[in-house]
Nanobody, 116 residues
Framework: VQLVESGGGSVQPGGSLRLSCTAS????????MGWYRQAPGKQRELVAR???????NYADSVKGRFTIARDNAKNTVYLQMNSLKPEDTAVYYC???????????WGQGTQVTVSS
């Protein structure tokens, strides 16, 4: 299983970014996918998750600003981030979990920096 993130970068407060995570080695449509983030000195936290059926849930801190979506034809999950704040600065990771094994699979992470 391989997860490859892209789309991170530096943006001013109020700006937008779209992260992408492309998966290989799995039947993508059968897997729930999640975006997590880890800021310096803090624990990794769930940002958003989407099930195989398309149901979504979000951390309270990003509700109304971030949107998670999936394209099963492209084996890709997206995180659209709008109205970015400095506190959104973190390394963002894509994650999935083995349907039978329960094993976690992580991408390498992509840096998002929100600063004026």
């Amino acid at each position: 299983v391989q997860l490859v993130e892209s789309g991170g970068g530096s943006v001013q407060p109020g700006g937008s970014l779209r992260l992408s995570c492309t998966a290989s080695g799995i039947i993508f449509s059968a897997y729930a996918m999640g975006w997590y983030r880890q800021a310096p000195g803090k624990q990794r936290e769930l940002v958003a998750r989407i099930t195989s059926g398309g149901s979504t849930n979000y951390a309270d801190s990003v509700k109304g600003r971030f949107t998670i979506a999936r394209d099963n034809a492209k084996n890709t999950v997206y995180l659209q981030m709008n109205s970015l704040k400095p506190e959104d600065t973190a390394v963002y990771y894509c994650k999935t979990q083995g349907v039978i094994s329960g094993r976690n699979y992580w991408g390498q992470g992509t840096q998002v920096t929100v600063s004026s």
